[in-house]
């Protein structure tokens, strides 16, 4: 019988311990592609003409390092900057972009600092 429960604890330790390995590699997991896509929407925002108008990315990467404010000044919910990407008439290569590329730039613009100090 004292077997038995030692068995029983065993197991609720082990179910336990591979619980909290998932739990890990999950947000682990997350986080890295969160930063993928990060490093994708820079990708995007480079090859569209948003440079025309916009600082160049390497511009824009040594303003994040100063912590100087990006792109983001006045939209800086994420549904209020795509509704204004969206329907913008300076903004209309926005809608030609892929739906997952869209998701990483947005992503990307929102990586860079949003509020002045
Ligand atoms: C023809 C010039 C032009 C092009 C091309 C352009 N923009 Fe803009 N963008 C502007 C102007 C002007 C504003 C400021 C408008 C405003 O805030 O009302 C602006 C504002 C923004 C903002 C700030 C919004 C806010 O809420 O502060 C973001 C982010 C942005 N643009 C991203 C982009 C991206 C991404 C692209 C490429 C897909 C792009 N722009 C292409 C002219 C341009």
Do not use: P
């Not at 997991?29 to 440079?51: K, L, N, W």
């Not at 990467?61 to 800086?76: D, M, P, S, T």
């Not at 926005?94 to 990483?104: C, E, L, P």
């Amino acid at each position: 019988m004292k077997l038995r429960r030692a068995l029983q604890v065993l197991a609720v330790l082990l179910l336990f311990a591979f619980a909290v390995m998932v739990w890990f590699y999950l947000s682990g997991r997350s986080v890295v592609s969160q930063r993928e896509g990060v490093q994708r929407g820079e990708e995007v925002y480079a090859s569209h003409d948003c440079t025309d108008c916009h600082l160049a990315a390497h511009i824009l990467k040594q303003k994040r390092e100063k912590n100087e404010v990006g792109l983001i000044r006045v939209r800086k919910n994420a549904a209020d900057l795509v509704q204004f990407l969206s329907s913008d008439e300076r903004h209309k290569t926005f809608v030609m972009i892929s739906a997952g590329d869209r998701d990483d730039l947005i992503a990307y613009l929102r990586s860079l600092v949003m509020t002045a100090k």
